[in-house]
């Protein structure tokens, strides 16, 4: 079993700092929530790295928000129940396509500089998106550009406290609300910080296959300890591997915008030809999960690494200003993508499930919330509208600290309380290895394509690893492979649950989407069997 800490502790012995709100990570979720609930409230704002690190920061492709004449939110929502196969929530939708507009102008004022054309903000098409709504800054750079204008804001504000290379552990709760998390620095002290609300913006889970676009800090963290909690966890299956990231020795899985595809790339397979027609009549803008069955289906047949990205039609001028960023690191490779073909291959990129949450981000425990990657508020469904997430995590950023403040004041009586139970010295096995392990079994066995067989192996490799649960812990990286580890697990046992195929979920020994018994979500919790939920698309 997984147990509800990781560690032991005494919170009469720790040291404790209080705080109106403690918010966990510092990606476009963190940063915003911060900046708006700073304007009545002390926050706490807590990042293991540094506050410019974070998935965020390498978003390239933009910001989905509905700002031309020709556009319009029923339009974004179609798209992105398109996209969701079924299992996005009306609802959510709803409110990200109304009040996405307003969070773009809101990060305008926060000093975001978006591309702009012609005196009108540029937009650019993306995958399964049937208009042009995706906002840019410097070309391929939009994360960086949002974390840098929010960054900003959050370091001069006074009413935000940041601690940078702290690790939070694990969620405090009491009598059935969550009141605050046990965190450690780098030097090894740990501290309970009490908060009024919690507010996970902790990113998502890349790190569980060996080959991602996620930085290093993705380490499914909040989702783990959510879960260890008690809280819901939906929708752990569906994990979006996005279609085209570098592919080429020497270099990292270094994403190449779907943008760029958007501008007019081709994909091309091991003999130059095009193929996305045999697959859909979308072509390269198809949903990404087509996209990238397609291309693994092309690698298979031609028993190749890789396919190839062709943009070499476009002017090198185009090229340059619209993707400084990937033209830039192809270039340190000794590739340019004005006359070469760009070695790809699908890589694992965004998690769908997450912590669920109400339409104003709180989950199944009072005074927890969650935002951005970490959640699952029912937009994204099966499978993420490409440029969506951005944009989910500025409208429920507001959201809940609109809910924050509807809040009754937090108990005072909540009683500090001891975990003791019995722990084992650590393994000499490395962490490393154990990590790069669990990325190998969840990449051939839970990953773009499933089947029992494959997946019950997968199970029962990861479980050989559940020694950890059991272990005294006391380093980062030991936290995080055990978080990694929960996810995985969580991940495994959703796909082995759902016996059809739907969005991200490709099941090879139930190919076809099932409505008439699948069309629901799945909901894992601490202790219990998965259960169902009916979807309300």
């Known amino acids: 079993m997984i147990p509800s800490y990781l560690v032991n502790f005494d919170l ?27 304007r009545d409230r002390e926050v706490l704002l807590i990042t293991k790295k ?23 939110p029923v339009y974004h929502m179609q798209d992105t129940l398109t996209a969701g196969a079924g299992l996005c929530r009306s609802e959510a939708v709803g409110v990200l396509v109304s009040e996405g507009p307003e969070g773009v102008q809101d990060l305008i004022r926060l000093g975001t500089a978006f591309d702009v054309e012609n005196g009108e903000l540029a937009l650019t098409q993306e995958g399964a998106h049937s208009h042009r709504r995706i906002l840019h800054a410097n070309g391929d750079a939009t994360g960086f550009e949002i974390v840098r204008a929010l960054a ?14 702290h690790f939070v552990i694990d969620l405090i709760t009491s009598e059935g609300e ?33 080959y991602t676009t996620n930085p290093e800090v993705a380490t499914a963290d909040g989702v783990a300890m959510a879960y260890r909690a008690g809280a819901e966890i939906r929708d752990m299956e569906f994990i979006q591997f996005h279609p085209t990231s570098l592919c080429y020795p020497g270099a990292p899985r270094f994403l190449i915008s779907e943008a760029v595809r958007g501008e007019g790339a081709v994909l091309r397979n091991l003999h130059g030809e095009r193929f996305m027609e045999r697959y859909h009549h979308q072509l390269e803008l198809a949903p990404r999960d087509v996209v990238a069955r397609a291309i ?43 006359t070469d073909w760009i070695p790809v291959a699908p890589a694992a990129h965004y998690m769908m499930g997450g912590v669920k949450t109400d339409l104003h981000g709180e989950s199944s425990i009072p005074r927890l919330f969650a935002c951005g990657e970490v959640s699952s508020t029912g937009v994204h469904g099966a499978n993420r509208l490409a440029s969506n997430s951005l944009s989910e995590a500025i409208v429920f950023g507001k959201r809940i600290v609109e809910r924050i403040r509807e809040l009754p004041a937090a108990r005072q009586s909540s009683s500090l309380f001891q975990i003791e139970r019995p722990l084992e010295a650590s393994k000499d096995a490395s962490i490393d290895a154990r990590r790069l392990a669990l990325q190998k079994t969840m990449v051939r066995r839970v990953g773009l394509r499933r089947k029992e067989s494959s997946l019950l192996i997968g199970r029962e490799m990861l479980k050989k690893e559940f020694s950890i649960f059991h272990t005294k812990l006391d380093k980062q990286e030991q ?59």
């Open 479 to 537: 936290y995080e492979f055990a978080n990694l580890l929960t996810c995985a697990h969580l991940v495994t046992e959703g796909a082995l649950y759902r016996k059809e195929s739907r969005g991200a979920h490709y099941r090879e020994d139930y190919p076809e989407r099932n409505d008439a018994f699948w069309q629901k979500h799945t909901i894992q919790q601490r202790e219990r069997e998965i259960v169902e939920e009916v979807s309300h698309a």
């Open 178 to 210: 969550c009141v605050g998390a046990l965190v450690q620095d780098a030097n090894g002290q740990r501290t309970f910080i009490k908060a009024s609300a919690v507010v996970l913006c902790s990113g998502g889970a890349g790190q569980l296959y060996r």
């Open 296 to 338: 693994v289906s092309e690698m298979e047949e031609t028993k190749a690494t890789h396919v190839y990205l062709d943009i070499t039609h476009e002017t090198p001028e185009l090229i340059k200003h619209r993707f400084p960023t990937i033209y830039e690191t192809c270039m340190s490779y000794g590739l340019d993508m004005t």
């Open 12 to 38: 009469n012995e720790l040291p404790q700092i209080e705080t109106d709100i403690l918010i966990v990570g510092s990606g476009i979720a963190g940063l915003y929530t911060a900046i708006e609930a700073g």
């Open 50 to 72: 540094s506050l410019l690190e974070s998935n965020t920061r390498y978003a390239q492709g933009g910001i989905a928000a509905v700002t031309a004449e020709d556009d319009s």
């Open 152 to 165: 900003k804001q959050v370091a001069e504000h006074q009413s935000i406290k940041v601690w940078d290379e």
